[in-house]
């Protein structure tokens, strides 16, 4: 008994008694509240398989040609990426390295991030790389904007329908698509469930490890 770790709500620190919560149950504080865990089936393979997909639609939804506007004859198009270029080359450095950094590089990294550690963990080759990976995919978790992005172009396209002549170019369904995979995968990734597996593995791992080296450096002192 006195291995099992009770549950703490991290919003008002209560300790509660741990019991099992199956998928689609929901385990909640009795004092304020908080949602304090919410299992999802098959999490790991859904995150693998989410990640992978918004891998796949990165580099058309950044580099591709987002909406194609006509006003008055004068024509103009432009992705994620040349938008960030363009901020800087006229002197909005700042500007145009926050667009670089919340729509472009911190979601590749998360996305990345996101495929390894579902993939280690399917493979069952968790080790202490995988717990630092984790650990910065929560810390960048909230500085990913792809949504806002989003809500700029839907601002965009609002005030210049009766404007302009709007053509969505390739880039703009890939950017939906990229859009959509990152937002689910935050959906169906069960922290919980993925700490459980890795410290699991880990501690599986490390004595394997220990008696591998131990075995060779017997082996090195015998020959010696």
């Given at each position: 008994?006195?291995?099992?770790?009770?549950?703490?709500?991290?919003?008002?620190?209560?300790?509660?008694?741990?019991?099992?919560?199956?998928?689609?149950?929901?385990?909640?504080?009795?004092?304020?509240?908080?949602?304090?865990?919410?299992?999802?089936?098959?999490?790991?393979?859904?995150?693998?398989?989410?990640?992978?997909?918004?891998?796949?639609?990165?580099?058309?939804?950044?580099?591709?040609?987002?909406?194609?506007?006509?006003?008055?004859?004068?024509?103009?198009?432009?992705?994620?990426?040349?938008?960030?270029?363009?901020?800087?080359?006229?002197?909005?450095?700042?500007?145009?390295?926050?667009?670089?950094?919340?729509?472009?590089?911190?979601?590749?990294?998360?996305?990345?991030?996101?495929?390894?550690v579902s993939f280690q963990i399917l493979a069952g080759r968790s080790d202490r790389s995988t717990i630092f990976m984790f650990r910065t995919?929560?810390?960048?978790?909230?500085?990913?904007?792809?949504?806002?992005?989003?809500?700029?172009?839907?601002?965009?396209?609002?005030?210049?329908?009766h404007m302009a002549k709007i053509q969505y170019d390739a880039g703009f369904y890939c950017f939906i698509g990229l859009l959509s995979a990152?937002?689910l995968s935050s959906v169906f990734l069960d922290e919980h469930q993925f700490w459980e597996k890795i410290h699991r593995q880990v501690t599986?791992?490390?004595?394997?490890?220990?008696?591998?080296?131990?075995?060779?450096?017997?082996?090195?002192?015998?020959?010696?």
């Amino acid at each position: 008994m006195g291995s099992i770790r009770p549950i703490v709500c991290p919003d008002c620190d209560l300790l509660l008694e741990p019991v099992e919560v199956r998928p689609g149950q929901k385990l909640v504080c009795p004092r304020c509240n908080c949602t304090l865990r919410a299992p999802v089936a098959n999490s790991v393979e859904k995150t693998l398989a989410l990640s992978l997909t918004g891998l796949i639609m990165f580099l058309p939804g950044i580099f591709l040609p987002l909406l194609s506007l006509d006003i008055i004859g004068l024509e103009s198009s432009g992705s994620i990426f040349s938008s960030a270029t363009a901020l800087v080359e006229t002197g909005y450095v700042f500007t145009g390295v926050a667009v670089f950094l919340t729509s472009i590089l911190i979601p590749a990294i998360k996305l990345c991030i996101l495929f390894l550690v579902s993939f280690q963990i399917l493979a069952g080759r968790s080790d202490r790389s995988t717990i630092f990976m984790f650990r910065t995919y929560k810390f960048l978790d909230e500085w990913g904007m792809l949504e806002v992005y989003m809500i700029g172009i839907l601002v965009t396209i609002i005030k210049l329908l009766h404007m302009a002549k709007i053509q969505y170019d390739a880039g703009f369904y890939c950017f939906i698509g990229l859009l959509s995979a990152t937002i689910l995968s935050s959906v169906f990734l069960d922290e919980h469930q993925f700490w459980e597996k890795i410290h699991r593995q880990v501690t599986a791992r490390e004595p394997a490890e220990r008696e591998v080296g131990s075995k060779v450096e017997a082996g090195q002192e015998a020959g010696g």
